[in-house]
Antibody, heavy 116, light 110 residues
Framework: QVQLQESGPGLVKPSGTLSLTCAVS?????????WNWIRQPPGKGLEWIGE???????NYNPSLKSRVTISVDKSKKQFSLKLSSVTAADTAVYYC?????????WGQGTMVTVSS | QSALTQPASVSGSPGQSITISCTGT?????????VSWYQQHPGKAPKLMIY???NRPSGVSNRFSGSKSDNTASLTISGLQAEDEADYYC??????????FGTGTKVTVL
């Protein structure tokens, strides 16, 4: 069974770049699944950030597209998120998830706070 | 893209059935059978409960069922149990090759 684990800094300064990595274990990152990033601000709902396929093809939320980059490193079995020019509004729990028309496997989530 | 519309809260007594609606547009819910539902307990990651409108993943209770009519999808929980108390989110694929989530519904077991 595939497992996902997010990692990265828990605190990012305003105007900086948020960088997170999701490690894939128990399965192949080169499967037919897409690999996603989803976030949830404290006390609020879920927001889809974007996805990447093993080939490097990506799709992004239009509201975040100008600031988001998702990449995949098949040799390390991981995929990554970079979100630039962050503000307090980007403070959230960030989840990585796999999908094949639905988000079937989720990481435990990692809290990222944007603050000076 | 706008979030799909869900009721903020739904409640029911143990053993009862409740239904949560998820309203979108012809560009998302109405355009594809890629509607899914997630259960989230406090402090936990969401869990997939229904995929492709009405399919249950292995291990999910058959008390959970999904359906869709035009631009509105629905999740029904029958035989409501205390453990069903959680937040529920719908999600849909869209014509822009993106995904959108619902606003979320808090289910309370009275």
């Amino acid at each position: 069974q595939v497992q996902l684990q997010e990692s990265g800094p828990g605190l990012v300064k305003p105007s900086g770049t948020l960088s997170l990595t999701c490690a894939v274990s128990g399965g192949s990152i080169s499967s037919i699944n897409w690999w996603n990033w989803i976030r949830q601000p404290p006390g609020k709902g879920l927001e889809w950030i974007g996805e990447i396929y093993q080939t490097g093809n990506t799709n992004y939320n239009p509201s975040l597209k100008s600031r988001v980059t998702i990449s995949v490193d098949k040799s390390k079995k991981q995929f990554s998120l970079k979100l630039s020019s962050v503000t307090a509004a980007d403070t959230a729990v960030y989840y990585c998830a796999s999908s094949l028309n639905a988000f079937d496997i989720w990481g435990q989530g990692t809290m990222v706070t944007v603050s000076s | 893209q706008s979030a799909l519309t869900q009721p903020a809260s739904v409640s029911g007594s143990p053993g009862q059935s409740i239904t949560i609606s998820c309203t979108g547009t012809s560009s998302d819910v109405g355009g594809y059978n890629y509607v899914s539902w997630y259960q989230q307990h406090p402090g936990k990651a969401p869990k997939l409960m229904i995929y492709e409108v009405g399919n249950r993943p292995s291990g999910v209770s058959n008390r959970f069922s999904g359906s869709k009519s035009d631009n509105t999808a629905s999740l029904t929980i029958s035989g409501l149990q205390a453990e069903d108390e959680a937040d529920y989110y719908c999600s849909s694929y869209t014509t822009s090759s993106t995904y959108v989530f619902g606003t979320g519904t808090k289910v309370t077991v009275l």
